[in-house]
Nanobody, 125 residues
Framework: QVQLVESGGGLVQAGGSLRLSCAASERTSSSYVISWFRQAPGKEREFVAGINQSGSRVYYADSVKGRFTISRDNAKNTVNLQMNSLKPEDTAIYYC??????????????????WGQGTQVTVSS
């Protein structure tokens, strides 16, 4: 089973930026859709952004559109999430997840097969 490891979280002031990375344990991860989700305290895990196998198609939640950018480097088995203009409401644990069979980019957590352990992002006001 492919293992995913997130990194890059931290504490930042509102308006600042962070770059999250998701490293996959296998080269075959380039065959899968990979997405970022987040979960704030007391809330359900929600879709943030996803990218298809080749990197030619991306999809964002409305709440992050125009501020976050997802990209992937299949040669390095990594998917990155550049987060700009951060807001306190972006505070959450961020997870990357992998879907083996998707053609499009799914947004439901139940459709993803592997998850990382998460990285904390805290945005202060």
């Amino acid at each position: 089973q492919v293992q995913l490891v997130e990194s890059g979280g931290g504490l930042v002031q509102a308006g600042g930026s962070l770059r999250l990375s998701c490293a996959a344990s296998e080269r075959t991860s380039s065959s899968y859709v990979i997405s970022w989700f987040r979960q704030a305290p007391g809330k359900e895990r929600e879709f943030v952004a996803g990218i298809n196998q080749s990197g030619s198609r991306v999809y964002y939640a409305d709440s992050v559109k125009g501020r976050f950018t997802i990209s992937r480097d299949n040669a390095k088995n990594t998917v990155n999430l550049q987060m700009n203009s951060l807001k306190p409401e972006d505070t959450a644990i961020y997870y990357c997840a992998l879907n083996r069979g998707a053609v499009r980019i799914p947004t439901l957590t139940s459709t993803y097969d592997s998850w990382g352990q998460g990285t904390q992002v805290t945005v202060s006001s």
